[in-house]
């Protein structure tokens, strides 16, 4: 059963966004925008893997983008589609490869709606909406693998609170469970957020599960759209041109999932 702090709260009456994908009837990732172009997954892929040289170690989406640009301005859409073969080349080293159809994906699940930018949910969204669904109080251990029962609470919670609330709660999670070694003290969180979210044993127990939720598969998508709002997308299908570590290391026991 919720808890009663959240069930209490009013649910606000929030319009919800109309959100429009980019995807064409028969495909299975959208096209990403390149200034009046629109470029396919392979494309993107292909484009990204002749700048590969340009990009710094962990590049960002803006890097990407414009490298992007710049791989188009250079070949064109013909000079692209012809070199799309180079990906599959014998002398294209597997990391070279898998990074450039890694960040493909990327930008695909980056651009999947119109008017709007799109990333997985984050950890500390995912336990907000948890903590507020009718996730029973077991051990993460009981729920491991099983995604679409945790993204159905998901759903659940964040029906319950809508996403408003679900981003400006997360705020203070992410303080309390940093990804670093700084740790907001209690005294620290806003009131709004204890008073919202007061059972702290909960609050761990949620998290641990979204922690746990992003090693299994693809997360709903969290859409932030151009006029300020937030929406709550669809679930991305996985990357189909996975590169797994064994597979980049050469490994005897790798399990091919490109």
């Known amino acids: 059963m919720m808890p009663v702090s959240l069930a209490e709260r009013p649910a606000g009456q929030v319009s919800v966004p109309r959100l429009v994908e980019r995807r064409l009837p028969g495909e299975l990732f959208p096209r990403v925008p390149v200034g009046s172009v629109q470029l396919t997954r392979e494309q993107v892929a292909t484009g990204l893997f002749t700048r590969l040289y340009r990009l ?56 999947w709606y119109v008017g709007g930018l799109a990333e997985p949910i984050s950890q500390s969204m995912m336990a907000v909406a948890l903590y507020a669904s009718d996730l029973p109080g077991r051990g993460s251990q009981e729920l491991r693998g099983r995604t679409h029962e945790i993204d159905g609470f998901l759903a659940e919670g964040i029906a319950r ?18 990804s670093t070694c700084k740790r907001a003290k209690v005294s620290e969180l806003s009131a709004a957020y204890l008073d919202a979210m007061p059972a702290r044993q909960r609050r761990r127990a949620c998290f641990t599960v979204a922690v746990n939720r992003q090693l299994w598969g693809p997360r709903p998508l969290t859409v932030w759209l151009d006029d300020g709002r937030y929406a709550i997308g669809v679930t991305p299908p996985e990357d189909p041109r996975t590169i797994t570590w064994e597979q980049l290391t050469g490994s005897d026991s790798a399990q091919a999932t490109a």
């Open 56 to 111: 710094p170690v962990l590049p960002t989406d803006v890097e990407l983008m414009a490298a992007l640009a710049d791989a188009l301005n250079a070949h064109g859409l013909a000079g692209l589609n012809a070199r799309r073969a180079d990906l599959d080349a014998e002398g294209a080293t597997k990391q070279a490869v898998g990074s450039a159809w890694s960040y493909a994906y990327r930008l695909c699940v980056e651009h």
């Open 161 to 178: 609170l809508g996403i408003e609330a679900v981003v400006q709660l997360a705020a203070d999670l992410a303080r309390e469970f940093p």
